[in-house]
Structures are given as C-alpha cells and as structure tokens.
C-alpha cells in the first residue's frame, strides 16, 4: 500500500507562484509512476503533470507547461509541483498520484493506482 498526502495549497493573486508537496509513505515508490492532477468544480479530474520516479522524466500538459515543474526529492519520499505565473484557470483540487511499476508518460486518471486526498489551490485577486 501507497499512502499519499499533498500539502501547500492555499489563496494565491494572478501571477504568483505556489509549490505544493506530496508526502510518500508505505511501499516503495522508486519503480512509479507519480503525477498531479487537479478538478475544478463541476468539472472531471484532468492530467498536470507526470515524472518517473527512477529516472526523472517528465511531461507536462499543455496549459501549464513552462509555468509548473514537477519534480522528486528520494531522500524525503516527497513528490513536488512548483506552480509559477498562476492564472485564475489553474484553481482547482490538486491530487497526487502513484501508478507502481509502470513506465512512461502516464496522463489518465484510470492509469494510477493510488491517490491522495487533495489540496485546494485558489487563484483569484
């Protein structure tokens, strides 16, 4: 088992930046795939960010590649999304998620295996 839990959220101005984390515990995540998605309200769970935990390959979707980073700390089991240039469009619940022993760049919900319970990120001025 996989526990996952995200932190950083918060109340952010347009233009500004956020860096949300995601605490892994449990079974070892070394051979995963981790991700961030994110929900806004009445709308479905739609893909971030992704990277291979071993190796550091990442990819990002469109609307917020160059402006967020996703990246891995092995030594604090800590998952990250540096989120710069924050438009009001990007405030949603953000998820981290876990899909082990899989390779690749991983972009749908049912691909994940494990997930954690979500922060709010609210962009407004």
């Known amino acids: 088992q996989v526990r996952l839990v995200e932190s950083g959220g918060g109340l952010e101005q347009p233009g500004n930046s956020l860096r949300l984390s995601c605490a892994v515990s449990?079974?070892?995540?070394?051979?995963?795939?981790m991700a961030w998605f994110r929900q806004a309200p009445g709308k479905e769970r739609d893909f971030v960010a992704t990277?291979?935990?071993?190796?550091?390959?990442?990819y990002y979707a469109d609307s917020v590649k160059g402006r967020f980073t996703i990246s891995r700390d092995n030594a604090k089991n800590t998952l990250y999304l540096r989120m710069n240039s924050l438009k009001p469009e990007d405030t949603a619940i953000y998820y981290c998620?876990?899909?082990?022993?899989?390779?690749?760049?991983?972009?749908?919900?049912?691909?994940?295996?494990?997930w954690g319970q979500g922060t709010q990120v609210t962009v407004s001025s």
């Open positions: 990277i291979n935990w071993k190796v550091g390959i990442t």
């Open positions: 998620a876990a899909a082990r022993g899989r390779y690749g760049s991983l972009v749908t919900v049912n691909d994940y295996d494990y």
């Open positions: 449990g079974r070892t995540v070394t051979d995963s795939v």
